[in-house]
Structure formats: C-alpha cells, structure tokens
C-alpha cells in the first residue's frame, strides 16, 4: 500500500485557562490542552492528525480564516 503524505495548514487559537493552555483549531472542532503555549500545539498537532485519520480533510481557503476581534457592549 502506497502511503501519500500532504501538509495542510489550520489555524489555531491559544488561550490561558487556569493552570493550562487550550488550543483549538478554528477550521474543525478539535482541541487539546498543555502546560505551556508549546505543548498545548504540540498535543493539538496530534490529536488532529488522529482527527484526520477518520475524518476527511475540510476545504480551506488559501487566504485562511480572517481573524477579527469583535468588541461588545454589556450592561454593568
């Protein structure tokens, strides 16, 4: 069997909760956890590659997703 590897590039957006850092990956609901910004991509990494093993891979614009903030007003 001929295996045939290709790179593809997702976006992943890192957040600090509690002791740990949370990645997620903005193109598929898949997310992982470290302690560090470092591992927290690292353990991302490979649960998408997991991910992807069974799911097949999203359409993705070549530009990427368009990262905007989005400021709200709430009452006090």
Known sequence: ??????A???TAVVT???D???ARALEV???????SVE???TNLRE???LYFEDEPIPTISVDGPIIA????RLSA
């Open 39 to 41: 591992e927290s991509l």
């Open 16 to 18: 600090h909760e509690g």
């Open 47 to 49: 649960a998408l590659e």
């Open 69 to 72: 903030p989005v400021d709200i």
């Open 29 to 35: 609901e898949v997310a992982s956890q470290g302690q």
């Open 1 to 6: 069997m001929i295996s045939m590897e290709r």
């Open 8 to 10: 593809v590039r997702l």
């Open 20 to 22: 740990w850092y949370v």
